[in-house]
Nanobody
Framework: QVQLVESGGGLVQAGDSLRLSCAASSQRTFSMGWFRQAPGKEREFVAAISIGGSSTYVADSVKGRFTISRDNAKNTVYLQMNSLKPEDTAVYYC?????????????????WGQGTQVTVSS
């Protein structure tokens, strides 16, 4: 069992940056992922990272703009979002799975945070 709490969302203008954080009660043995869900759309994969942080995966839609990282000493995973676009507007969710194989689909994760809202104005 692990509890996840996201933070760092907000209202920004196009081209700005945000860094989301996900604090976990324990993530040393969990692969972690970020997903997002816009109104009227399905939840979509954004990025994921392996337990040790050596492997990362990023969706094509955000590649080159978003970076996932983790600090296991702080039990925290981050999503650095640069050059934000209005289409990045969504609720962003952190997810965890006790596995060495990093899932890139939502059904691959067992634990979810409550989400944090990111709104990008044009």
């Amino acid at each position: 069992q692990v509890q996840l709490v996201e933070s760092g969302g907000g209202l920004v203008q196009a081209g700005d940056s945000l860094r989301l954080s996900c604090a976990a009660s324990s993530q040393r043995t969990f692969s972690m992922g970020w997903f997002r869900q816009a109104p009227g759309k399905e939840r979509e994969f954004v990025a994921a990272i392996s337990i040790g942080g050596s492997s990362t995966y990023v969706a094509d839609s955000v590649k080159g703009r978003f970076t996932i990282s983790r600090d296991n000493a702080k039990n925290t995973v981050y999503l650095q979002m640069n050059s934000l676009k209005p289409e990045d507007t969504a609720v962003y969710y952190c997810a965890a799975k006790n596995t060495f194989v990093v899932p890139t689909v939502s059904y691959g994760y067992d634990y979810w945070g409550q989400g944090t809202q990111v709104t990008v104005s044009s």
